[in-house]
């Protein structure tokens, strides 16, 4: 506890950014320890009170928070509470009491959205989950996904499979460059245990991070999504067609399928097909649609009338 700091507060705060700043210095300094030169670093939270009636805990509470948005910042940083970081905690809480009683009340639904090949056929569907909020209305999977996996409802993928029966060589995983590459041993592994089961894997959203050819290789992919920003500058932007085709010929270079997503218009399915892209996905070909919609289209009728014909 700092004390004889200035009344105004942004004065206080540059001098407690001041003291932290050295304090983060020092902590970075190299030490010995059983003969070992170690080094650390700090995350630092800051809570400025005067006057007002806050408890102990209270205090701690806020600082505590501060801690950890330094701490999300890139560590060995200094971050002061702000009031709005309270309300998005209690907003992540209140969503999370939610989450557990939408899945109760069964206000979650499945969408499906067609992904067809370069003649317009059905060859499967994006799996896309909408949760009908009963005062927020129907939610994308951005507004609720991310504390899902954080607060443990999503359940594990192999128990899933294995309560609904469904056949797991029908079942392509869409995972992104960022999940990847944070921990490759680790997703290596789990991956392959998936795929021994018959389950596919796809990279979605390819060419947007930091591509690595390199874990291209080691891991078991069999599909590059490109991502929708570079499709709905086709075929105008040179750029973007650029990428296009490297992402293209580096699919088919390592015996990869490549599907694009947000196909909304003609020209741009027919830059992709001359390109060599021959799956698509996007609002072109038909929205993500509940599934009784999704059964009762045109796309799906003429994939039964395929699949009757060839038997």
Known sequence: MIEGLETRTEEAA????HLGA??????????????????????LGVVLFN????????????????MY?????????????DPQMQEAVSARLQLEEDLRRGL????????????????????????????????????????????AERCGL??????????????PQFLKLELTESLLLTDMDTASGRMQTLRDIGIRFSIDDFGTGYSSMAY????PLDQLKIDQSFTRELPDNPSSLAIVCAIIALGQSLKLEVIAEGVETLAQRDSLLSNGCL?????????????????????????????????
Do not use: C
Not at 69 to 81: D, I, V
């Open 279 to 311: 799956h698509y996905q996007g609002y072109f070909f038909g929205r993500a649609m509940a599934v009784a919609d999704f059964a009762a289209s045109a796309l799906f009728r003429l994939r039964l009338a395929g699949a009757a014909s060839e038997a």
């Open 22 to 43: 050295k304090v983060l210095d020092g902590l970075r300094q190299p030490y010995l320890a059983g003969g070992h030169r170690l080094f650390s670093s700090a995350s």
């Open 154 to 167: 999503i359940e594990a993928l192999q128990q899933t499979l294995q309560h609904s029966g469904a056949n």
């Open 104 to 147: 109760q009340d069964g206000e979650f639904l499945l969408y499906l959205q067609p992904q067809v090949d370069q003649l317009g056929r059905l060859t499967g569907a994006e799996a896309l989950v909408r949760w009908q909020h009963p005062q927020r209305g129907l939610l994308a999977p951005s507004a609720f996904i991310a504390i």
């Open 51 to 66: 006057d007002e009636q806050y408890s102990v805990d209270e205090l701690m509470q806020r600082a505590d928070l501060s």
């Open 216 to 219: 291209l290789q080691q891991l």
């Open 14 to 17: 540059s001098q407690v950014e």
């Open 69 to 81: 948005t330094a701490k999300a910042a890139g560590k060995n940083a200094l971050s002061f509470y």
